[in-house]
């Protein structure tokens, strides 16, 4: 099975356990609207190839991981997208949730996923429930304060910010998290997971910023020049469009140079030369090198 | 050390875990703020009181389980309080965290409690792990879809609800998830608690819409008349206020006489009476029935 087919079977069947007849109907379709259709799912399918590398030996749990993994980073697109932050109208194509189902709906959705993100790891069943305490703490970190995702949003409501923290909290926290849950669920070794989840989250983070620079609305699915209407730090408007391309091409470089020596090490470079490719197309590049000449 | 010294020192813990030098410093001020001042305490209480019945012979655990259950009850107002549902101006007599902090910090700080709220059941130091999958199962299902507090929030955005379906879900899923949790931190048996749990929400959501047609605003620290503003179903509409006391007190007997026999079955009879007379004073009581007469 795919690592795409087996994260999104594990995804409908995280989604199906939180439903129930006598349940909020509208809450429940919310709830989905907010997890598919899928994103890129890139963060699951890196925990998963990482808890592969070291042997998968509990796989319930490492499919919980990717899992809560997924739901969490799906819960801080439905918040970030509210009235109060981007006000996004549109997200993978398709209306925001708050468009969709209302701004209450929107806010419960996000509450409900980090719930049941968190509700899976206890569900999976597995011989091995001493890996939940270092697995909680690994998801936890990487989603709360001070370092997270939820940490990163809140540098958007500072009057100081550098740009280096901000990005490191808001997408490199949950991509390290990523690495090393997929570890820890496998019983291997977090910390040597970690530089790669960091240096392809700090990738991300700066593709997203190209991307919103340079890209066509209707490929990203959502509008673009946001960062720049509502005075965010980028690294594109820091270092300009080649300049922030380059950096990209050298964290994704770090990235696989990070992946350890294991079985699964080419899979993994394959993974990330991929979404190198996925999220910077070498076309794109070169279209972007011959305007700048 | 008393219930409620102990739980406020374990919230100060678990606080003071997720604050660091370099995370964002409103957020960390504003999630405070959700925390501090103390509410009643009510589930903690009830959780340590019944981890304490069964013995609570891993009080680490116990503690992380009465916080988390804390912790995700002032999540739940925060976000409750939010302007697109109540939009509460007061709570706890001090401003809401959105007026103190802004809308986008009171989004966060929600979150943030959220992750907290599971990531310190990690954090706990426990000879244990085990009881782990049961104690994110519980707490998970208090507060998540389809039956826990945030579905109850949900029903509000529903067309179509039942008074006792909504009030379940919203107030008696987290007492519930209290006793049990309590029960499950000490290696105890939860089905046995189950009752206490919902007695005693039912109870206290009985108390509340009493409280919100009857009290002074400046006793109860937030605006009173709000359920009937906003529509929102409640007993004392339905059944009249001195229908709805004659309930409640009915609704706390039940409680006191689900506490099974244990040896700290006295402690937690205890609890339900004082609980009982703090929701609900006898001298109110007494005022209300000569005003009806």
Same mark, same amino acid.
């Given at each position: 099975?795919?690592?795409?087919?087996?994260?999104?079977?594990?995804?409908?069947?995280?989604?199906?356990?939180?439903?129930?007849?006598?349940?909020?109907?509208?809450?429940?379709?919310?709830?989905?609207?907010?997890?598919?259709?899928?994103?890129?799912?890139?963060?699951?399918?890196?925990?998963?190839?990482?808890?592969?590398?070291?042997?998968?030996?509990?796989?319930?749990?490492?499919?919980?991981?990717?899992?809560?993994? &997924?739901? !969490?980073?799906? @819960?801080?697109? =439905?918040? #970030? +997208?509210?009235?109060?932050?981007?006000?996004? %109208? *549109?997200?993978? $194509?398709?209306?925001?949730?708050?468009?969709?189902?209302?701004?209450?709906?929107?806010?419960?959705?996000?509450?409900?996923?980090?719930?049941?993100?968190?509700?899976?790891?206890?569900?999976?069943?597995?011989?091995?429930?001493?890996?939940?305490?270092?697995?909680?703490?690994?998801?936890?970190?990487?989603?709360?304060?001070?370092?997270?995702?939820?940490?990163?949003?809140?540098?958007?409501?500072?009057?100081?910010?550098?740009?280096?923290?901000?990005?490191?909290?808001?997408?490199?926290?949950?991509?390290?998290?990523?690495?090393?849950?997929?570890?820890?669920?496998?019983?291997?070794?977090?910390?040597?997971?970690?530089?790669?989840? &960091?240096? !392809?989250?700090? @990738?991300?983070? =700066?593709? #997203? +910023?190209?991307?919103?620079?340079?890209?066509? %609305? *209707?490929?990203? $699915?959502?509008?673009?020049?946001?960062?720049?209407?509502?005075?965010?730090?980028?690294?594109?408007?820091?270092?300009?469009?080649?300049?922030?391309?380059?950096?990209?091409?050298?964290?994704?470089?770090?990235?696989?140079?990070?992946?350890?020596?294991?079985?699964?090490?080419?899979?993994?470079?394959?993974?990330?030369?991929?979404?190198?490719?996925?999220?910077?197309?070498?076309?794109?590049?070169?279209?972007?090198?011959?305007?700048?000449?």
């Amino acid at each position: 099975m795919d690592l795409t087919t087996r994260i999104d079977q594990a995804l409908e069947a995280a989604l199906s356990r939180s439903e129930a007849a006598d349940g909020p109907p509208r809450l429940a379709a919310a709830t989905r609207h907010a997890v598919f259709p899928a994103g890129a799912r890139v963060r699951p399918r890196l925990c998963l190839a990482v808890a592969l590398a070291c042997g998968d030996d509990e796989p319930a749990l490492s499919d919980a991981a990717a899992t809560a993994i &997924e739901l !969490l980073h799906c @819960a801080s697109l =439905v918040h #970030d +997208d509210l009235p109060c932050f981007d006000n996004s %109208p *549109l997200r993978r $194509g398709v209306p925001t949730l708050h468009i969709a189902y209302g701004e209450r709906l929107a806010v419960l959705a996000g509450d409900a996923l980090i719930v049941l993100a968190f509700q899976g790891l206890g569900d999976a069943p597995t011989r091995q429930p001493d890996r939940l305490p270092r697995l909680l703490g690994l998801i936890g970190k990487g989603v709360g304060q001070p370092h997270g995702i939820v940490a990163g949003q809140a540098w958007e409501c500072e009057p100081q910010v550098s740009l280096r923290q901000y990005q490191r909290a808001k997408t490199g926290a949950l991509f390290a998290a990523a690495t090393m849950a997929g570890a820890a669920a496998a019983g291997g070794q977090p910390a040597q997971w970690r530089a790669l989840g &960091e240096w !392809l989250g700090e @990738a991300y983070q =700066v593709a #997203d +910023d190209i991307r919103d620079v340079a890209a066509d %609305p *209707l490929l990203l $699915g959502k509008p673009v020049g946001r960062d720049q209407a509502l005075g965010r730090p980028s690294v594109a408007a820091e270092q300009g469009l080649l300049g922030a391309i380059a950096y990209f091409h050298q964290l994704v470089a770090n990235a696989a140079a990070a992946v350890p020596d294991c079985g699964g090490a080419q899979r993994l470079r394959a993974l990330v030369r991929a979404e190198s490719e996925r999220l910077v197309p070498a076309a794109l590049c070169a279209e972007l090198a011959r305007a700048a000449a």
